[in-house]
């Protein structure tokens, strides 16, 4: 089986490199943008960029013409997408941008699976598209509606674009909608990799809102492991959640990260940012019956095992 992963250099994507050869080829395709450094990318895949079974390519999902002749000359079997333009903020700023990455670079992908035949796509999609409600836990049949950010709108679209391919041109389809992922090599913009570096350095670290917000967060080798149960399920369209179904109000969450790495933090409080949701909470008894998915590592292990792997750079 050959696997083709969009985003195969960043977080979850150089994890998923590292599982899915071990079940077959993988062909990683990462345009190492300035997002984070690229020296983090290219670490990311350091230890796998020897494997005879495992070819990366520098190019944009935008580039169509590209992207045919990759997928020309690899032949995949199926294919996950997780390459996006990420985070909130940004995508206010530049809108443009992320219609073009996350909107564009997904019908390039949809086309030329289609047209390579393709067995199976697997979208990453956000706990984002839920924006902000008062019903919890958010479930997969929740109407969606009231986005709060240009990258919850394409991520959104991203969904509708694969439920088109999978009815029209018969490409089976899985959104993902992942909750908070964390762990080793984690996106260093994000809560729980800020924080845990922050606090065991001595630094301050930025809040915004009074910390009341309560986000679900899910540890990497969880949200591996339900990407690869839906790449072996025979599924024509589902959208399906990942998350811990465990929320943690953000002030608690830092109290915890605390007592892991045994130093109070040094706290900086600014208002809420725009875009952001006051709470996540994932639904995940359709993974549960569908994938036979369900998290297994707690979130203070999982912040212990991110302290220790970053303590080694220490």
Same mark, same amino acid.
């Given at each position: ?38 020296? #983090? ?9 020897? &494997? ?8 944009? !999902? ?19 997408? *997780? ?6 903020? @940004? ?12 909107? *564009?670079?997904?019908?390039?992908? *949809? ?24 019903? #919890?836990?958010?479930? %997969?049949?929740?109407?969606? $509606? ?23 041109? %018969? ?6 909608? =992942? ?6 090599? +984690? ?11 922050? !606090?065991?350095? +001595?630094?301050? #670290?930025? @809040?915004?809102?009074? $910390?009341?917000? &309560? ?13 690869? &149960?839906? =790449?072996?399920?025979? @599924? ?11 929320? #943690? ?7 915890? !990260? ?42 203070? %292990? ?13």
């Amino acid at each position: 089986m050959k696997y083709l992963i969009t985003g195969g250099a960043g977080f979850i994507g150089s994890h998923l490199c590292e599982e899915l050869l071990k079940k077959g080829s993988v062909v990683c395709i990462d345009n190492f943008d300035n997002y984070y450094k690229k020296e #983090i990318k290219e670490k990311n895949i350091s230890k796998i960029l020897k &494997s005879p079974s495992f070819k990366v390519y520098n190019s944009c !999902i935008t580039d169509h013409k590209k992207l045919k002749e990759i997928f020309e000359e690899e032949k995949p079997d199926k294919v996950i997408h *997780l390459a996006a333009m990420a985070g909130v903020a @940004l995508s206010k700023e530049q809108p443009f941008l992320y219609d073009k990455v996350n909107i *564009l670079g997904t019908l390039n992908l *949809l086309e030329l699976s289609k047209e390579y035949n393709i067995k199976k796509f697997i979208f990453a999609s956000s706990s984002a598209v839920y924006g902000e409600r008062k019903e #919890i836990p958010f479930k %997969e049949t929740d109407q969606i $509606g009231h986005l709060a950010s240009q990258y919850a709108s394409t991520k959104r679209i991203g969904e509708v674009l694969c439920y088109h391919y999978s009815t029209v041109h %018969e490409i089976p389809s899985i959104c993902l909608r =992942l909750f908070g992922a964390y762990g080793p090599r +984690g996106r260093p913009d994000t809560a729980p990799q800020r924080f845990t570096q922050a !606090i065991a350095n +001595g630094e301050t #670290i930025t @809040l915004y809102g009074d $910390g009341d917000a &309560s986000k679900d967060f899910t540890y990497i080798s969880d949200i591996i492991s339900g990407i690869i &149960s839906a =790449l072996d399920r025979d @599924l024509t369209f589902e959208i399906i959640n990942l998350g811990s179904s465990e929320p #943690i109000e953000l002030k608690d969450f830092i109290s915890l !990260i605390e007592e892991v790495v045994g130093k109070k933090a040094i706290i900086k409080k600014l208002p809420s940012l725009s875009g952001d949701v006051s709470k996540t909470y994932a639904d995940i008894k359709k993974a549960k019956e569908i994938l036979d998915w369900e998290p297994k590592i707690s979130l203070k %292990e999982g912040i212990a095992k991110t302290h220790e792997y970053y303590k080694g750079f220490q």
